[in-house]
């Protein structure tokens, strides 16, 4: 690579879903602008996305998959990534060696939960560079926090306190929270190193999207921050726009023609993202304020949480659907859906959304308002940033941060749900206000990634980095 003149980068993505999706964009949109790109993966995961990089290869694209080989009689857990970031995937850490000794790239590219991987690189000499999965905002947020916030003074978990540092004014509550940001914690203090030990930060964001955010990264927190995104714009055949990892269970097309015989804005888009598990009571308030509201919908119901025996007893989800679909109100996928398809539909007018960050990106850039219902991660944060900074959705109410598991107590009512699907799905001069607003980001959003653009400076910045790090190398 050398002599070609081109800088090879390695792409180590999580495994799975929401954290895999933008890094193996990523991956395409470096090789877009010359780098030649390859992606480390498990093989259950590589199986995930073949398919979009051969058509990236038949387009000549200078992109490759390499899978680390696991141990004998070791395995991971499914690629769904349902334990989430705690998933220890350091059993990589041998296989990953070994091929960074064989043929040296000018840099890879680590996702920060592969908390491991610092020491890796340390010591072989590898450029690393950490993708972390979410926006500027949740690190100013967080760092903040971190800074001046003591949890400890707050009378309750539901006693609203400024975040202090901000320009925007931002209240939060102790169970908004991530549990392992409340107090000291490994975790964090692993992802901290890691980030230390890194050149920089890719971030899959726009300067446009969250400019002070980004200032305030690139001034105070001292390292360097290329935000290289929306990168999931670079998705633009259908083929790719469909499949991101997972089939659809019910088939584009079929879809799209009935969103074709709906209205423009008339339909809602729900979906919780790629870890997707509610327990059978809260999907039957979901489903009873959605008729209330009598909006057509499209809904993803993922996996279902069947936690205790009086969810189960009356609620059938199959004849909801079959009702729905005989009034022509609502489609259900139960598994995977073309997300990117559909929220790019003139007939999709509102995205109801956990507020993971890439549906976030996704939905902006459709130029799509959302209603917010966040979850766990850092999603209670991204919501702040949709409703009171950008100013471009409704929230549902949900209030307490938790893993999808049989834990999570909360139960949104179908009073709320109805309230919030109204407010945002029947016009009136507030959502004609956000629907302005969002369509004007989601331009913005678009012209960062073409020629000219910030995103796409800040990736031919970073190639051209690289290249000075390589020249250095070899003299
Ligand atoms: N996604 C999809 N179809 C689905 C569910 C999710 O294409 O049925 C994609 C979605 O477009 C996004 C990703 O999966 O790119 C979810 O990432 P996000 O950050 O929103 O949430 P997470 O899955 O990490 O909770």
Known sequence: NHETGTVKIYFFPFLGGGHQIPMIDTARVFAKHGATSTILTTPSCAAQFQNSITRDQKSNLPITIYTL?????????????????????????????????????????????????????????????????????????????????????????????????LPDRVEMTRSQVPSFRRNKSEFVDRIKQIEEKGLGIVINSFYDLEPVYADYIRN???????????????????????ERGKQPTIDEQ??????????????????????????????????????????????????ILNSSKSDSEIWALDEFEKRMKEMDKGLIFRGWAPQLLILEHDAVGGFMTHCGWNSTLECVCAGVPMITWPLSAEQFVNEKLVTDVLRIGVQVGSREWGFCDAER????GREKVEFAVKKLMVES?????????????????????????????????????????QTGKDV
């Open 254 to 303: 079929s879809c799209l023609n009935w969103l074709n015989s709906k209205k423009p804005n008339s339909v809602l888009y729900i979906s919780f993202g790629s870890a997707a598990c509610l327990p059978m009571k809260q999907l039957k308030e979901i489903a009873y304020g959605l008729e209330a509201s009598d909006q057509p919908f499209i809904w993803v119901v993922g996996k």
């Open 69 to 165: 080989t696991l141990p004998e009689n070791t395995q991971l857990p499914d690629t769904d990534m349902s334990a989430g970031p705690m998933i220890d995937t350091s059993i990589l850490l041998e296989p990953l060696k070994l091929l960074l000794l064989q043929h040296r790239p000018d840099c890879i590219v680590v996702d920060i939960f592969h908390r491991w991987a610092g020491d890796v690189t340390d010591e072989l000499k590898v450029p690393m560079i950490v993708f972390n999965g979410d926006g500027c905002f949740p690190r100013c947020v967080f760092e903040n926090m971190r800074k001046h916030v003591v949890f400890e003074n707050l009378s309750s978990d539901s006693e609203p306190f400024l975040v202090p540092g």
């Open 220 to 242: 105070e927190l001292g390292k360097k921050t290329w935000l290289v995104g929306p990168v999931s714009l670079c998705n633009r055949s259908v083929e790719d726009k469909k």
């Open 409 to 412: 107590k909360e139960l949104v």
């Open 429 to 469: 001069e507030e959502v004609e206000e956000m629907r302005r607003r969002v369509k004007s980001i989601s331009e913005d959003a678009k012209r960062a990634v073409e020629e000219g653009g910030s995103s796409y400076g800040d990736i031919d910045a970073l190639i051209q980095e690289l290249k000075i790090l």
